[in-house]
């Protein structure tokens, strides 16, 4: 009973984990570029009272042994790269990547994160950054007298300036591939940093080996499914009060087993 007691927590603390995962999931619904994650768990151990296939007393051999599992942990919160809606917006900075990618961004610290929230500003010197100033990599300048910005969708940028009937390139966005993207690290901000798990990034004009091509005037939204989402805290909220069923049944029975009397 005392086993079953300590397996039962190790379910709840794994359905905890898990609502915890969900609500973040929920949380960033609307986050444009979100990619949802997803808890794997694991079970543990097993306690070997009898040997599959072991010898028996009487010369015979057991068909099935005796084990009993010692619970559940977490092993993964994986993020899921699906790709996400494209919402128009009109604005000519926002991006999206169609297909695989990552648009590069130079954090203040020099090193490069990626993202694939697509919607860009100018700052005040004219540089392409993100909601949080964060140039992008390369970096690229629009000049102030521009009347209109056109992206292609390898990645060009052009700009249009008065006196003028033919826009100029401005610049070329290189996007970023991972043969993992499961392995990035999640920093916050829409950003991701490379990690020994996800491999060097191979980078490239978008449309070629294997990136995928931009698309002006969008933004990706979040791959979040709600109703998937709403599902999956059900399911979790019941195996959580299932398992403490278990840790009542556990205690209701030492309780009975206490009060025997000879």
Do not use: C, H
Request: hydrophobic share 35%; aromatic share 6%.
């Amino acid at each position: 009973m005392i086993r079953s007691l300590f397996i039962a927590a190790t379910g709840m603390e794994a359905q905890k984990l898990n609502i915890d995962v969900i609500a973040n999931n929920l949380a960033n619904v609307n986050t444009p570029g979100y990619k949802r994650s997803r808890a794997d768990f694991q079970e543990l151990m097993y306690e070997e009272i009898k040997t599959p296939g072991a010898a028996s007393a009487d010369g015979t051999q057991l068909p099935s042994g005796i084990q009993i599992g010692l619970g559940v942990r977490p092993v993964a919160v994986q993020k899921l790269f699906e790709q996400g809606d494209f919402t128009p917006t009109g604005n000519p900075l926002d991006m999206v990547v169609e297909g695989d990618g990552f648009f590069q961004i130079v954090k203040p610290d020099g090193e490069i994160a990626y993202t694939r929230a697509g919607a860009f500003k100018l700052d005040s010197e004219g540089r392409i950054v993100t909601s949080e100033g964060y140039p992008m990599e390369p970096e690229i300048t629009i000049p102030s007298d521009t009347t209109q910005i056109t992206i292609n969708s390898d990645g060009s940028i052009n700009a249009t300036q008065p006196g003028s009937s033919a826009p100029t390139e401005v610049g070329q966005l290189e996007i970023a591939k991972f043969s993992n993207p499961g392995g990035l690290k999640s920093i916050g901000k829409n950003l991701f940093e490379e990690t020994a798990s996800s491999g060097v990034p191979t980078t490239g004009v978008a449309g070629t080996e294997g990136l995928g091509t931009i698309q002006q005037g969008f933004i990706e939204l979040s791959n979040v499914n709600i109703v998937d989402e709403m599902v999956q805290m059900i399911v979790s909220q019941r195996a959580y009060e299932i398992n403490s069923k278990v840790v009542q049944a556990a205690d209701d029975m030492m309780q009975i087993a206490n009060n025997l009397r000879r």
